[in-house]
């Protein structure tokens, strides 16, 4: 992957980040298990002040957060950029931004063998 994206503006860093960050929350946590959700929730609990910490189900949408906080709820849709048909979509424009940069590549190439031939003749 690292190949793939390395022309890709913005994106060339992606598989190191993803990998650094794994190998960052094994040596705190140890390998990926089952039971990984359920270590961090407590260890967030563990160092945020009961006062200032508010666990809410992320499927409830505004009003939970939105009661902690004591605002109004706001009249746009709950995000949800962090569930799987947005990794997903995710995963499917860094491809395709892949195959752009690398389609622009190769034609780039192409028109500069097909006038460097036409030159030399």
Not at 78 to 87: E, L
Request: hydrophobic share 40%; with cysteine.
């Amino acid at each position: 992957m690292q190949y793939l994206l390395a022309p890709v503006p913005g994106k060339r860093w992606y598989p190191y980040l993803v990998e650094e960050f794994g190998k960052q929350q094994e040596e705190v946590f140890g390998p990926m298990g089952p039971g990984r959700m359920e270590q961090h929730n407590d260890y967030v609990r563990s160092v945020t002040p009961e006062q200032k910490l508010v666990e809410m189900e992320l499927t409830n949408g505004w009003h939970p957060l939105c009661k902690a906080l004591n605002v109004e709820v706001p009249e746009e849709d709950f995000p949800r950029v962090n569930d799987a048909d947005a990794v997903e979509g995710l995963e499917k424009q860094i491809l395709l931004e892949a195959a752009k940069t690398w389609g622009l590549i190769i034609a780039g190439l192409s028109v500069g063998v097909l006038v460097f031939g036409w030159w030399r003749t």
